[in-house]
């Protein structure tokens, strides 16, 4: 009884007191120097799964994907979608002629309409060349008619349907130089092949009138989707190329060794191919969001390969063994690494909470990525590090001076002016709170889209020209349940229809109280909605006349406040109406909305983080004091990151609050390692307080330097970025790392000098920060030197 009491007793102090501070998780790296043929083994069979899922990565385009199951007005469109089909995948054709009223041009343009519609891809098409009206004899009749032999007659038929046709409002240009064709997709072949496979079979069709008196351009959600596919793929091999080899050229000058370099970069390269396959092997395909881990486990991933490296070149250069350098490096920075890991994943996880399918995509995938670039550490490295050794591998000189330049500048103004230097940071951080409290959140559709879009440009002079290409939908309940609509309904419908025309601009919406120029002249709603066809009556009423849809055309470009400032007014005008059950809906509804609760959502997580982490360094730490002090180095990148949103105008986006929680979690990690040797430098070798702080910065600052400057590097490629969303990111995340060295070179140091007093009995804690375990090279494991309570 009395050993499972004492076994007990031993296993709750192994997890509460008497561990390392990465919670025994770099046990991983010292099981490989252990077992190294067993390990080199499981690296390789892992590493050929991998790779064997990059050749069929791929990236999912469906913007929708990123706001699936986040709330009201995402199950608001998913019901309308289902009810009605929306236009939010339909290709808008921008047909120009400046002489189209000449017959010739507008029967090439005729063609041009019907070849269109006959395209496999394509299910009907709506334009004045498909749309027919009654022809008061039970039957229907073109729209345009066919034949015509001046322009005169060709200018009088325009004009006529572009000014009493209320579909053809939308379609028809003011000048009569142009006319909008919308495509109406398959969407099981468009499922089955893609959107790409779509747009270029359309643009094949398409070339054929290259030659003519057209000019024609292809708009529409589908094309801007394409396009910012496209963009996100090429930014993903920019992101892996340049920014590994940035970072490969940064160890090369910090270490001023080719084969130095090489140790640094493997370790990267191989935990990007592992997040690749791990990616595709739980997802499928990447998203717009995930694709953006990869680059963030490379950098990540580098850095932490550099603080190995760095720590075991200066064991060997200190005259230890480099094979014995190995083990000690483990024992000293596996548990660091382990609890910035820890710290990173938390990050992530927290933004796993939030609403979105697509933030939580990113989540769980930055969270398996962290994961995955520990065990790559913990395992690659150490067995390539020994077997450089084994090759012949010669330590390089000391690291570049110029890494290593700042550091005296540090160090002088802590052990100086500590006190008042502390005083300052912490003022400054906390009136960077303010900022906090006044930043918006803020939606643009243009962030999505690719800079310099053609599709964009398209769709702005659709906006100007004829109407709009953003779809503002009201589904409207009915009582009298006629597929024909009954009176009843129809003064509903009316009644929607000029409460969202009153908003929107005149002839900007459509629906069954459009037709009145028809049913005014004798024709009854069903001779109208037969002459429309099955396919666009659809869009007008269901097949049971339960539902009806009111649609409008909103520009392209419209800022989040007036869109949200609409939805409102035409809420509260439908309520007043006493319409009860009617859905306001459309992907732009749905984007505004649900990025303002994202956003909100992910506020929290952020704040939540950073709790989360004090918390965890205080725990891994054993010590408050520690935690209370890492506090402010690591709160004064996140807040002045966002001071520099709210100051610019930017306001809070989806991605910029995911920016500033993961820069939290990684900027954490620089503090982390920083504490681990000065804790190291206080408890195992003994070190006075003063002493421990100066040791410190001169053993890992150009580290920490160099660790900072191949994050940025490696992530500054992503500003460039031709997706706005995905240059912010890069943006925010630079200027978080960049201001995280500040704080962890500058304001860190001093404030621990300035909280010298406090931190004197430090050496009575028993957590470790580096768990001394028997190795093949140090087989006693008995050089534990730490200071126990009472010594």
């Not at 490296?309 to 063994?321: P, S």
């Not at 690659?380 to 000391?398: E, I, S």
């Not at 100007?464 to 597929?483: H, I, K, M, W």
């Not at 919406?509 to 099955?534: H, K, M």
């Amino acid at each position: 009884m009395s050993s499972s009491s004492s076994w007990f007793k031993r296993f709750i102090a192994r997890l509460t007191q008497d561990r390392s501070i990465g919670f025994g998780f770099e046990y991983l790296g010292l099981s490989t120097v252990r077992y190294p043929r067993l390990m080199a083994l499981a690296v390789i069979a892992f590493s050929i799964l991998c790779f064997a899922q990059i050749p069929r990565a791929n990236v999912d385009g469906d913007l929708l994907r990123v706001y699936a199951h986040s709330g009201h007005y995402y199950d608001a469109y998913e019901r309308l979608s289902d009810t009605f089909g929306t236009f939010e995948n339909d290709i808008y054709v921008m047909v120009n002629a400046p002489n189209l009223v000449d017959p010739e041009v507008i029967e090439t343009a005729r063609s041009l309409a019907f070849d269109l519609e006959l395209n496999d891809y394509a299910v009907g098409t709506m334009s004045p060349f498909t749309l027919r009206k009654p022809d008061g004899a039970g039957g229907s009749a073109p729209a345009v008619p066919e034949g015509m032999l001046t322009p005169d007659e060709v200018a009088f038929a325009l004009t006529d349907l572009q000014q009493h046709d209320p579909m053809m409002r939308n379609l028809i240009t003011p000048d009569l130089e142009g006319v909008v064709i919308i495509v109406f997709p398959n969407q099981e072949m468009v499922s089955q092949n893609g959107s790409k496979a779509m747009i270029d079979s359309l643009r094949e069709t398409l070339a054929f009138y290259e030659d003519s008196a057209l000019s024609i351009e292809l708009t529409g959600p589908p094309v801007w989707t394409s396009e910012m596919l496209n963009a996100a793929v090429d930014d993903q091999i920019k992101f892996t190329v340049y920014g590994f080899g940035l970072g490969a050229f940064i160890a090369l000058f910090a270490l001023r060794s080719f084969w130095g370099a090489i140790l640094v970069a493997a370790t990267p390269f191989v935990a990007v191919a592992w997040s690749i396959g791990t990616v595709l092997l739980l997802f499928g395909s990447f998203s717009f969001l995930t694709i953006i881990v990869t680059t963030l486990v490379l950098v990540m991933a580098f850095a932490e390969s550099m603080f190995f490296v760095f720590n075991w070149l200066a064991y060997w250069r200190d005259g230890m063994e480099p094979n014995k350098a190995v083990d000690t490096t483990l024992k000293l920075v596996g548990p660091a690494t382990a609890l910035t890991t820890l710290t990173t994943l938390v990050a992530f996880a927290s933004l796993y909470v939030s609403p979105g399918q697509g933030v939580q995509e990113f989540a769980l995938a930055g969270a398996v990525g962290c994961v995955i670039m520990f065990v790559c550490l913990m395992t690659v490295m150490p067995l390539l590090l020994k077997l450089a050794v084994r090759l012949g591998f010669k330590a390089p000189k000391a690291p570049n001076f110029a890494l290593s330049a700042p550091v005296p500048l540090a160090l002088g103004l802590a052990m100086r002016y500590g006190r008042p230097f502390s005083a300052l940071a912490l003022v400054v951080t906390i009136l960077l709170v303010i900022p906090f409290f006044l930043i918006q959140p803020r939606f643009s559709f243009e962030d999505f889209m690719t800079e310099g879009s053609t599709a964009l440009s398209a769709a702005e002079s659709i906006d100007q020209g004829v109407g709009g290409v953003a779809p503002f939908y009201v589904r409207v309940p009915l009582q009298e349940r006629d597929p024909n609509v009954g009176p009843q309904d129809f003064e509903t419908i009316r009644t929607v229809h000029e409460i969202v025309e009153a908003e929107l601009g005149e002839n900007k919406v459509i629906s069954a109280a459009s037709l009145t120029n028809y049913t005014d002249s004798g024709f009854s709603r069903q001779e109208v909605f037969d002459a429309v066809g099955p396919f666009m009556r659809k869009r007008f009423v269901t097949d049971d006349g339960s539902q009806a849809l009111v649609t409008g055309f909103m520009p392209t470009i419209i800022e989040s406040q007036a869109l949200k400032d609409i939805v409102a007014r035409i809420e509260t005008e439908i309520a007043q109406a006493g319409i009860s059950g009617a859905e306001v809906g459309g992907f732009r509804v749905l984007t505004t909305f649900a990025t303002d609760d994202i956003v909100r959502s992910l506020q929290i997580s952020l704040a939540a983080s950073v709790f989360l982490n004090l918390v965890l360094i205080g725990v891994a730490f054993g010590s408050l004091r520690i935690a209370l002090i890492s506090a402010v180095p690591n709160m004064f990148p996140i807040l002045g990151t966002q001071a520099y949103l709210w100051a610019s105008g930017a306001g809070l986006q989806l991605t910029s609050v995911m920016a500033l929680t993961i820069a939290f979690g990684i900027a954490v990690n620089d503090t982390i390692h920083m504490l681990s040797h000065y804790m190291h430098g206080r408890r195992e070798e003994q070190r006075e307080h003063l002493e421990a702080v100066r040791h410190t910065l001169n053993r890992i600052g150009g580290a920490i330097i160099a660790t900072t400057v191949i994050l940025c590097a490696g992530t500054i490629i992503v500003a460039f970025s031709e997706l706005p969303q995905v240059a912010l990111f890069g943006t925010l995340f630079v200027l978080s790392l960049a201001l995280a060295l500040i704080g962890d070179l500058f304001m860190l140091p001093s404030l621990l000098v300035a909280a010298s007093r406090w931190l004197q009995n430090l050496t009575s804690i028993r957590i470790r920060t580096a768990d001394h375990v028997p190795t093949p090279d140090d087989p006693s494991g008995d050089t534990d030197t730490r200071l126990k309570p009472g010594e």
